[in-house]
């Protein structure tokens, strides 16, 4: 199927990596719909999109509206899953179930909710790409539910994609990437991570969001990819 029959739903495609992958799967032909769950958020993607995007807003924790979006978003060739609250690291001293329950709801139990309700609008020649991250093969001091997400994730794709096949099922998994998720750490802060990081990283910066979207494009267009983990972190697990 040519890429400029797609139809691309990208699930927290507003800002951030998923805007960027909806951003270069349109600006290859695609039809793109990103889904925020502020409508500004959604508006501000949309200018940001060529005419004809879509932009929604829902919440995707909650299970209605989960329901309601996939009712009106029509057929899918290729679902993205990027959707998760500002970053938050917490070490198991400080873990309270609510910051638990928000990290891996949203980042998991949603993830895999929205598969479910996405295959009934998918082809067999579709595919589903989510997010995980670096923290399932190295976290750091405070990680433990990040890396829980991301651990849940890798395995999930493969189950989903022994399962869903010959939909492909497959993950991203990005190392630091600077986006609106680090917002709520302070950009002082957010900026010495990033500097430090630059410094160590064998690729010598951090990523953009750009960087982590061609990911998601790849294993949209790469039909042999199924049950896949694709890293891409600048190194930073080859780093000793
Ligand atoms: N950035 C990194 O360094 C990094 C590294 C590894 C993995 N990741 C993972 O990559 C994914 C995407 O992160 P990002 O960097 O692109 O962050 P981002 O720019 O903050 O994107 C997350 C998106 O999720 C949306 N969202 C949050 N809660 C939602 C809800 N209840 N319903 C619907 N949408 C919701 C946000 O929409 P609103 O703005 O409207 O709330 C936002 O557009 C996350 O799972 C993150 O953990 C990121």
């Known amino acids: 199927m040519n890429i400029d029959s797609w139809h691309v ?3 927290g495609g507003a800002t951030g990596i998923g805007l960027a ?19 500004d958020e959604a508006d501000k993607a949309l200018e940001q999109l060529p005419q004809g995007s879509c932009g929604y807003t829902a919440d995707l924790l ?19 899953y990027t959707a998760g609250e500002n970053v938050s690291f917490t070490r198991i001293t400080d873990y309270t179930t609510q910051a638990a329950s928000m990290m891996l709801g949203l980042r998991v139990i949603c993830a895999l909710d ?9 082809s067999n020649q579709g595919s589903i790409t989510l997010t ?18 991301c651990g849940a994730i890798n395995s999930a794709v493969k189950a989903l994609a022994v399962e869903l096949a010959p939909v492909r099922v497959n993950a991203v998994a ?15 802060q957010s900026d010495e991570v990033f500097r430090q990081l630059s410094t ?12 982590i979207a061609k990911g998601y ?4 267009e790469q039909g042999y990819a199924t049950g896949s983990v694709l890293l891409i972190d600048g190194g930073t697990l080859a780093m000793g």
């Open 9 to 11: 739903l990208c699930l």
């Open 217 to 220: 494009l790849y294993l949209m």
């Open 132 to 149: 995980s991250g670096t923290a399932a093969f190295r976290p750091g001091p405070g990680w433990s539910l990040v890396g829980a997400f």
């Open 62 to 80: 909650d299970p209605q509206g989960r329901v309601e979006l996939f009712d009106k978003a029509g057929t899918i060739d290729h679902l993205v």
């Open 200 to 211: 160590a990283l064998p690729a010598g910066r951090v990523a953009e969001t750009s960087d």
């Open 114 to 122: 929205a598969v479910r309700l996405a295959i009934p609008h998918m």
């Open 174 to 188: 990005p190392g630091v990437v600077r986006s609106p998720l680090w917002d709520q750490v302070g950009s002082s």
């Open 21 to 39: 992958t909806a951003q270069l799967a349109s600006s290859r032909g695609a039809h793109v719909t990103v889904v925020s769950n502020r409508q």
